[in-house]
């Protein structure tokens, strides 16, 4: 059920005129009042021919009027209205039982507090099995103006425990997270322009979209203008900016002028404040991979700094500025991914929004290796070889599995649903990106002789999920991945058990799959020789001739022979 409280009104009649008239496509059928005040007192014009509505609208008022007479001072603003809609799974409630439900949302509003006959003035008219309207005068009978603050927040709970009580669908308590609905003229303004979204939605997406590139909130307004978003700043005497609106092109109001929207009403978390917290961190002093023998590009950089993201959640702040960034660097990938996959990427990244931001403190400092991946990934103009991207993508599912049980621990059942919808987008994607990558793999399969040693190897390092593994249609790629990291001098039965450390593989669909872009990741510069290390330690800490400096000798590694060879040594 839900209850969505309008902001105030002026006009009483004119929204009695709305509730019993035929709706904007003859939508209302038979309507009339299920509840009201105590003293309602006066026939229904839905019932009664001889009642009218200008009469009810005058009953409603009375409270209003007396006391613009005492003070003087007319009341702005004082029509109190909110349509309370079941669910079209739900039964069909009948009006007793809505008379009820209109009851317990008054008095948890706050417009007549239970036992209190001096409260508000209202009604319920139900002009459809599936809802009522609620219409409220925000002035009691004694004079005082309601305590409504916060009347969204109780509401809300008020219908979770009336789904309860009624069998009706049960909906997640909100945790005012969450952004605003459009409203009713904004949805009808985006159809009759022809726009799939709402200005504020649209804004959104472009905000989001610009800032894994942006290193502060200037960066980010002047990278808005640049995409021909209208930016408005609002800046103190000394320049600083202090907050800013944005508009939509095109999006103008009844004088032709153009509409402007603040960050805060776009979406929670795009308040300046909340923008400059995320975007203006300082940078760390080394980046905390491990040493390459080939620079990593962004795409590795990327799922090298996903693979730490388990290690800060264990501090709630902490992880939550991890979130915050994972939402980055999930649109920094849907910006630069091939465009077979943008569309479950920008998909993905839509969902994860709304699991990006809670009710808890990000400290966005702990994030900003996760957020400098991402803005290197933005800023790249090279695209990712099959190999990496199928990593990267594999990657940020297990991340986003992370982020589910994070939020699940939480009891965040808004975050972790939304992150749900972004895991399914995700593994669709990471599916046909390396769909590919494990054909080509499997073309250039080892011998059965080589892969019977593999499957050893398997047994002996991840012996509870082996079976899972070598039955896997990909365990014949795997093979290939395995006998290219042996013959790079790494050790298959070594990199299978970091591989499972790094990622559990009792929740994964496809075992082989995911050690595949895991293998690859990590296998994909030559093992160092420790006979190597050894001799070039010696050589840096040997003495030089005198007058000459000293130059490092380059030794000459002997790579661990490949799976067919130690088959035949074994």
């Known amino acids: 059920m839900i209850a969505a409280i309008k902001p105030a009104g002026s ?52 409270p209003v009027h007396l006391r613009n007479s005492e003070f003087g001072k007319k009341v702005a603003d004082h029509v109190w209205h909110c349509p309370v809609r079941t669910a079209p799974e739900d039964r ?37 099995d599936d809802h009522i309207h609620i219409l409220a005068t925000t002035v009691r009978e ?45 949805m009808h303004k985006a159809q009759r322009l022809g726009w799939e979204q709402t200005s504020r939605d649209w804004l959104q997406d472009r905000i989001r979209a610009a800032i894994p590139h942006a290193t502060n909130a200037e960066e980010l307004l002047a990278y808005l203008e640049a995409m021909g978003i209208a930016v ?82 264990a501090d709630d702040t902490h992880a939550q500025a991890h979130i915050t960034a994972l939402g980055d660097l999930i649109e920094a990938t849907a910006q630069k991914a091939p465009a077979h996959l943008h569309a479950e990427l920008r998909s993905a990244s839509r969902a994860f929004a ?23 990934l933005a800023h790249t103009a090279t695209g990712p070889d099959g190999s990496a991207l199928a990593t990267l993508l594999a990657t940020l599912v297990w991340a986003t599995v992370i982020a589910v049980s994070w939020h699940e621990a939480k009891n965040h059942a808004h975050q972790a649903e939304a992150a749900r919808q972004t895991l399914h987008h995700l593994q669709a994607a990471a599916d046909r990106a390396l769909t590919p990558v494990v054909g080509s793999l499997v073309i250039r399969r080892p011998n059965d002789q080589a892969r019977r040693t ?30 290219d990291a042996e013959a790079g001098g790494h050790k ?37 020789n420790p006979r190597a290390e050894a001799a070039r330690s010696r050589s840096t800490m040997a003495p030089a001739p005198s007058g000459h400096p000293t130059r490092n000798p380059q030794p000459t590694t002997t790579p661990t022979p490949p799976t067919a060879q130690r088959h035949r040594q074994r």
């Open 492 to 528: 298959p039965h070594q990199l299978l058990k970091e591989a499972a450390a790094q990622r559990e593989l009792t929740t994964a669909r496809q075992p082989a799959r995911v050690l595949i872009t895991r293998i690859q990741h990590t296998s994909r510069n030559p093992a160092p």
């Open 142 to 186: 004694d004079g005082r103006r309601p305590k409504l603050h916060d009347s969204g927040i109780r509401v809300g709970d008020a219908c979770r425990q009336i789904e309860t009580d009624y069998g009706l669908r049960r909906l997640k308590k909100g945790d005012r997270t969450a952004g605003r609905r459009p409203t009713q003229a904004e």
């Open 454 to 483: 593999l499957a050893r190897d398997v047994r002996a390092a991840v012996p509870d999920h082996a079976d899972r593994i070598l039955t896997d249609p990909a365990w014949p790629a795997l093979a290939t991945v395995l006998a």
């Open 232 to 313: 408005k700043p609002r800046r103190g005497p000394s320049g600083d900016l202090l907050g800013y609106a944005v508009g939509r092109p095109g999006d103008l109001n009844k004088d032709g002028e153009q509409i402007f929207h603040p960050g805060g009403k776009i979406a929670p978390d795009l308040t300046l404040p909340k923008l400059k917290a995320r975007l203006e961190t300082t940078e760390p002093e080394e980046h905390p991979t491990a040493r390459r023998d080939q620079p990593p590009t962004p795409w590795h950089r990327a799922t090298d700094a996903l693979e730490t993201l388990h290690q800060g959640m």
């Open 92 to 128: 069909h409630l009948s009006d007793a039982e809505w008379g009820e439900i209109a009851q317990r949302i008054v008095e948890a509003a706050g417009i007549a507090p239970p036992g209190d006959d001096l409260g508000c003035r209202w009604i319920a008219v139900r002009h459809a």
């Open 354 to 376: 709304r699991a990006q931001r809670s009710q808890i403190r990000a400290e966005n400092q702990a994030a900003h290796t996760l957020r400098k991946a991402a803005r290197d």
């Open 11 to 62: 006009n009483t009649r004119g929204l009695l005129a709305y509730l019993y008239g035929p709706g904007r496509h003859d939508e209302h059928a038979d309507p009339h009042i299920v509840a009201g005040f105590a003293m309602l007192g006066m026939p229904d014009p839905g019932r009664d021919p001889d009642a009218t509505l200008t009469q009810l609208a005058r009953h409603l008022d009375e």
